[in-house]
């Protein structure tokens, strides 16, 4: 039987040649290796390893509690699984702010963990950051907009951009850091004219979030598009229940086990090892 063909990785450049040709880019946040593998063989083209894993995984209010010792583990899981999808990891709060050297030893670290690019919010005062990184061999991706990091200082998720001030800003931010080299902007909760204006001016591809429908690509948290999370955004959509189907599994096996249905026979150890030849008519143990 003929080994099935390897498909190669999604890299950075590959989001710019995609886009250029027309394609719209589909981005996936996800957190654990059974969910990259579930993402990657439904053909997404990129993962974030997001320091939302605080609000989503960790049980955080916030971004801001995410250290990079959880942003390594949760990388190296997601890389171990993707074969296919570009794996795009967020350096966390307080690990590129304090430094152009504390940046390139994160986004190392991101590196070495399996990710094929860094994620970083801010504009034009990151510049140099982002040339250091890439100067050190490190695909780095842009985030604009609503910036989960500054949650305090923006007093709350709030859309940005609105004002014509801010969204002169924004576009200057914009263009400044597909000057300096990064591969994509994520842009989140702008308003979707703001988006579509950023999205003509600059050279690399937009990736939008809650940023309207004319951004080069969208991405949306794993959770939030198969009914895992307890709020579903306003700009999100739901295209499953998997909290219901979990539920109703859980549900089910507790009622095996208390009427005394599970386990059975089949699912039962008879001293041999695993894997030993059994008898013949009796099932071999799962």
């Given at each position: 039987?003929?080994?099935p063909?390897?498909?190669?990785?999604?890299?950075?450049?590959?989001?710019?040649?995609?886009?250029?040709?027309?394609?719209?880019?589909?981005?996936?946040?996800?957190?654990?290796?059974?969910?990259?593998?579930?993402?990657?063989?439904?053909?997404?083209?990129?993962?974030?390893?997001?320091?939302?894993?605080?609000?989503?995984?960790?049980?955080?209010?916030?971004?801001?509690?995410?250290?990079?010792?959880?942003?390594?583990?949760?990388?190296?899981?997601?890389?171990?699984?993707?074969?296919?999808?570009?794996?795009?990891a967020?350096?966390?709060?307080?690990?590129?702010?304090?430094?152009?050297?504390?940046?390139?030893?994160?986004?190392?670290?991101?590196?070495?963990?399996?990710?094929?690019?860094?994620?970083?919010e801010?504009?034009?005062?990151?510049?140099?950051?982002?040339?250091?990184?890439?100067?050190?061999?490190?695909?780095?991706?842009?985030?604009l907009?609503?910036?989960?990091?500054?949650?305090?200082?923006?007093?709350?998720?709030?859309?940005?951009?609105?004002?014509?001030?801010?969204?002169?800003?924004?576009?200057?931010?914009?263009a400044?850091?597909?000057?300096?080299?990064?591969?994509?902007?994520?842009?989140?909760?702008?308003?979707?004219?703001?988006?579509?204006?950023?999205?003509?001016?600059?050279?690399?591809p937009?990736?939008?979030?809650?940023?309207?429908?004319?951004?080069?690509?969208?991405?949306?948290?794993?959770?939030?598009?198969?009914?895992?999370?307890?709020?579903?955004?306003?700009?999100?959509?739901?295209?499953?229940?998997?909290?219901?189907?979990?539920?109703?599994?859980?549900?089910?096996?507790?009622?095996?086990?208390?009427?005394?249905?599970f386990?059975?026979?089949?699912?039962?150890?008879?001293?041999?090892?695993?894997?030993?030849?059994?008898?013949?008519?009796r099932?071999?143990?799962?």
């Open positions: 039987m003929p080994e063909q390897r498909v190669a990785p999604v890299t950075v450049r590959d989001l710019v040649r995609l886009s250029a040709a027309g394609r719209r880019l589909v981005a996936v946040t996800a957190y654990t290796a059974p969910e990259a593998r579930l993402c990657d063989a439904a053909g997404v083209d990129v993962i974030l390893v997001g320091d939302s894993l605080g609000n989503a995984v960790l049980g955080l209010a916030d971004t801001l509690g995410v250290t990079m010792d959880d942003m390594v583990r949760h990388t190296r899981a997601v890389a171990g699984a993707a074969q296919r999808a570009l794996v795009v967020d350096l966390p709060f307080l690990s590129y702010q304090t430094g152009i050297a504390d940046a390139v030893r994160n986004g190392g670290r991101l590196l070495q963990a399996g990710a094929s690019a860094v994620k970083l801010g504009g034009s005062a990151y510049v140099p950051t982002v040339e250091a990184l890439g100067h050190a061999g490190i695909p780095v991706i842009g985030h907009g609503f910036t989960p990091q500054s949650v305090r200082r923006l007093g709350g998720p709030r859309v940005q951009g609105r004002e014509s001030g801010s969204a002169e800003e924004l576009r200057r931010d914009a400044a850091l597909a000057a300096a080299g990064v591969g994509a902007i994520v842009l989140e909760m702008v308003p979707g004219p703001l988006a579509q204006a950023v999205t003509a001016e600059v050279s690399v937009t990736i939008g979030i809650g940023a309207g429908p004319d951004c080069s690509g969208q991405i949306l948290v794993l959770y939030d598009l198969v009914g895992l999370s307890p709020r579903l955004p306003h700009f999100a959509r739901s295209y499953g229940d998997a909290g219901a189907e979990i539920g109703r599994a859980v549900e089910r096996y507790a009622e095996d086990v208390r009427a005394g249905r386990p059975g026979p089949e699912h039962t150890h008879d001293g041999r090892r695993w894997g030993e030849p059994h008898p013949p008519g099932d071999a143990p799962s």
